[in-house]
């Protein structure tokens, strides 16, 4: 089984920034969440733990799977904003408001990862781990989970693009003999 995780609460979050790539560490809310998902998750033997590099996802993963040394992967790292990294989302500019009020249809403005790119290296990703076998924790952020959900979920057709996904909200997708399910999210 896959278990695809956002990190916690970081302060850029708290704050309302677009933090992408800024490398920030959960903040004391952000580690109560991940708490709280590492008991909602406490009956589950992880056999394989991966994060993106970024402390963030590195700590929600150590908390969830303590037991676990978690291997970090790049292509889990968070879409590349470019030079709207930090942007105080309270004020955005308007090609960010333009592009967040419809993803499927706005390209992502010039200096930004395009999202056709993010769902191509979580789909990598997610080829290379097909033939591993348990239970896989994945821990990584909110644009790159929504790439590797509409990576298993090709009929989605964006939809998972405009679908909030909360800090430490966790999706869940059966991996049999190498084939996924289509994902879904997890009740706590």
């Known amino acids: 089984m896959l278990y695809l995780i956002r990190h916690g609460k970081t302060a850029l979050n708290h704050a309302n920034v677009l933090q992408g790539r800024s490398d920030y560490p959960l903040n004391e809310e952000g580690i109560r969440q991940a708490e709280d998902a590492a008991r909602m998750l406490k009956d589950v033997h992880f056999d394989h733990v991966f994060t993106s590099p970024l402390i963030r996802a590195v700590q929600t993963a150590k908390i969830i799977a303590p037991e676990a040394e978690p291997v970090v992967d790049e292509r889990l790292i968070e879409m590349d904003y470019g030079p709207y990294e930090g942007m105080d989302l309270k004020k955005p500019a308007p090609e960010i408001i333009a592009f967040f009020s419809d993803f499927v249809h706005n ?11 993010v769902v191509a290296r979580l ?66």
């Open 123 to 188: 789909g990598e990703f997610l080829e290379d781990i097909r033939s591993l076998s348990g239970n896989i924790l994945i821990s990584t952020h909110a644009i790159a989970m929504k790439g590797a959900l509409e990576y298993l979920t090709p009929e989605s057709k964006g939809k998972y693009w405009s679908t909030f996904i909360g800090n430490c909200a966790v999706y869940t997708a059966e991996n049999e003999n190498g084939q996924y399910s289509i994902p879904v999210p997890m009740q706590g």
């Open 107 to 117: 390209p992502a403005p010039e200096g930004m990862e395009q999202l056709d790119c």
